[in-house]
């Protein structure tokens, strides 16, 4: 009698190609969003920034422009390092950094009540945790010889 609780011994893998282009489209799109993000929060008024984001005005409204300048960091190592294949196990680790920053951003407007942009914070982090995964672990870019 056969034992129809056993799992196959051979697991095929993700299709790698089709992951690939899967996680260049989160990296681009995540890129674009970050650099949006990080360069409003660079280039505009203080004041402006209060209008827009209430959390500005609280107690973290002094590290606004240093959290724009990583989002702008983040956002040039998603794509930068892969594209080149110079230095491309930097990929994973900035959005590695991103998803952190999204994460913190997530309990700071929990912490202040802003339960509204949890689902932005929170997709937006999960979708930088997948790409340190699959770049980190899946489908690394190899760099140039």
Request: aromatic share 6%.
């Amino acid at each position: 009698m056969q034992n129809v609780n056993t799992m196959p011994a051979v697991v095929v893998p993700a299709n790698p190609r089709g992951l690939n282009g899967g996680l260049w489209a989160v990296q681009v799109l995540l890129a674009v969003f970050f650099l949006a993000a990080g360069a409003t929060k660079l280039t505009a008024p203080v004041e402006t920034l209060q209008q827009q984001m209430p959390w500005v005005a609280g107690s973290l409204g002094g590290a606004v422009r240093f959290i724009g300048l990583m989002e702008v960091l983040g956002a040039i190592g998603l794509i930068l390092p892969a594209a080149t294949r110079i230095l491309p196990r930097l990929t994973p680790l900035a959005a590695a950094g991103l998803a952190t920053v999204m994460l913190l951003a997530t309990l700071t407007h929990i912490s202040r009540g802003e339960f509204g942009l949890i689902p932005v914070t929170g997709i937006t982090a999960g979708l930088a945790v997948f790409v340190a995964w699959g770049r980190g672990a899946r489908v690394p870019v190899v760099p140039r010889a």
